[in-house]
């Protein structure tokens, strides 16, 4: 096994893989080896996310059409998870419902989210429907999964102990199966998050009218590369800041059970 | 209410004629306020005719009867105490106590005076807000035995209790038990290995048979328990030094020792 890094070292090595990336993207376009009207440096992109704060672009500034994007975003994600958990722990607990979910869940799951695409354009246009359908499509499979996996995989001996004081099968699912799987879930809603993230940019390339994904294709159209690149870095960011919230929660979860982190 | 009965129960795992035979032919009953400790090899079966009671197993053959009723599924009526705890990690001591009687459907109130006289008993009322892992093992157990007698069960299924504790700790538990059974009598099947802890708990002690096991006899305790007064003693070693508890000690010894030797060859 390797030595355990030190924070320090942690974030020296981070930052040297970033370093690096940014130089060598500095270099590209300065020295002329890319135009810089296809590659635009670091500090043109930066300059430009500056001026999307407050100058809209394609109808709105670049923060507002983050609003837009993380409003679907959470929708889709939340109305994934108030469907996928209880289902997932339904599908843990009774053996009969497993049966009948899992070939039709599992057929489903092999359609991308951005297969969903052409469909909720024809059922929703470029309304709110669309991109949060999508968006659902993505994260709904990884909260069944991880709360089944979780429901499956609680020591038997806590079932046993519940069952012999008298738990009915709802506080068995609520207060046993759903506490007990718990870490299962977060790292689901994890996978999840990251998956309608992904999805929903791709999402409102097409069908909407507002958000990140909207403002890149219009972008696209008018060549102006900066832009595309600008809207590139605000989905990173904003991905990277979800994570990092659902990795503390996770945290958290793990430090108040006394597990290991 | 709160009696026992294996009436012939066997249990085969897999295939009735090739499959795996655990159990063969258990009979044994248990009486209202009753303490019985089975003893037996390892692998005996032994757990097994616990988790039968407690309807964790199915019954392969023969019955197995609480209060006269075959088992059918596990309920509150017969509350376990396990080798590992089993206490729910996400919830306080308070929690996993209370849980049972809101199974119950017990009002708030009365559950509180419930908890709280749990907790008095099992001496751990400055520990109610604790989580599990936050307590030393002879002390998650003290809950786990809390979070069955709170139930009132008509029987408490025990299931080597003690056998995840440390020697000092086991020895503290093993005397706490004793005066819970005095101030308040049970029905208890309580399984173990230790030849000694048996003695010193039980009425009395049924000998299993090496694999598939089977009841080989039954030892009377409480009458000499009585004649000798050992209740009068307040440490487990004094009752230990005794040559009455001696005696019954080493019989239970070399019975066991004669199904340890016929299965080793």
């Known amino acids: 096994m390797q030595p355990r890094l030190s924070f320090v070292e942690t974030v020296v090595y981070g930052f040297i893989g970033v370093a690096a990336f940014l130089g060598i993207w500095y270099v590209l376009p300065t020295t002329g080896l890319v135009s810089p009207q296809f590659l635009p440096g670091p500090v043109t992109v930066a300059e430009r996310v500056v001026v999307l704060t407050t100058q809209p672009f394609a109808g709105a500034t670049l923060p507002a059409h983050i609003a837009y994007s993380f409003t679907r975003f959470i929708s889709g994600f939340l109305l994934a998870a108030l469907i996928g958990i209880p289902l997932g722990l339904v599908m843990g607990w009774f053996r009969i419902v497993d049966e009948v979910v899992a070939p039709l869940f599992d057929g489903l799951r092999f359609i991308a989210p951005i297969a969903w695409v052409p469909f909720a354009a024809l059922w929703f246009g470029t309304g709110v429907g669309g991109p949060i359908l999508i968006i659902f499509a993505g994260a709904f499979p990884p909260c069944v999964i991880n709360a089944y996996r979780g429901a499956k995989q609680v020591d038997p001996q806590l079932i046993e102990a519940a069952e012999m004081l008298g738990t009915g099968h709802l506080r068995m699912m609520t207060e046993i199966l759903l506490p007990a799987s718990v870490p299962s879930i977060v790292a689901g809603l994890r996978v999840a998050a990251g998956l309608g993230w992904q999805s929903l940019v791709g999402a409102e390339l097409i069908v909407a009218s507002t958000g990140v994904g909207f403002m890149m294709v219009q972008a696209q159209a008018n060549v102006a590369t900066s832009t595309v690149m600008s809207g590139m870095v605000a989905i990173g960011v904003v991905g990277l800041i979800i994570d990092m919230l659902l990795r503390r929660g996770e945290a958290a979860i793990r430090r108040r059970r006394g597990m290991a982190e | ?265």
């Open chain 2, 1 to 265: 209410m709160g009696s026992i009965r294996f009436e012939n129960a066997g249990k085969v795992y897999g295939d009735a004629k090739t499959g795996f035979r655990a159990l063969d032919g258990v009979s044994l009953e248990i009486f209202e306020k009753e303490f019985v400790a089975i003893v037996g090899p390892s692998g005996c079966g032994k757990t097994t005719c616990l988790r039968m009671v407690a309807g964790f197993e199915s019954v392969s053959s023969g019955k197995v009867l609480v209060n006269d009723k075959a088992v059918t599924a596990p309920g509150a009526d017969r509350a376990v105490v396990f080798q590992q705890f089993a206490l729910f990690p996400w919830k306080t001591v308070r929690q996993n106590i209370e849980f049972g009687l809101r199974n119950k459907g017990i009002a708030k109130s009365e559950r509180d005076h419930l908890v709280a006289n749990a907790l008095k008993l099992m001496t751990l009322e400055s520990h109610g807000d604790a989580y599990p892992h936050q307590l030393s093992g002879g002390m998650q157990q003290r809950v786990a035995i809390a979070r069955a007698y709170v139930l009132d069960p008509s029987v408490l299924l025990m299931d080597e209790p003690f056998g995840a504790l440390d020697a000092q700790t086991r020895v503290v538990m093993q005397e706490e038990l004793v005066r819970l059974a005095r101030v308040n009598p049970r029905t208890v099947l309580f399984i173990t290995h230790g030849v000694e802890e048996a003695v010193y708990l039980a009425d009395r002690v049924a000998i299993m048979t090496r694999r598939p096991g089977t009841i080989k006899e039954v030892i009377d305790v409480k009458s000499i328990r009585t004649k000798e007064n050992w209740d009068s003693y307040e440490k487990i070693e004094d009752v230990m030094d005794l040559e009455s508890f001696v005696h019954l000690r080493t019989r239970i010894w070399k019975s066991l020792r004669e199904e340890k030797i016929a299965a080793a060859t």
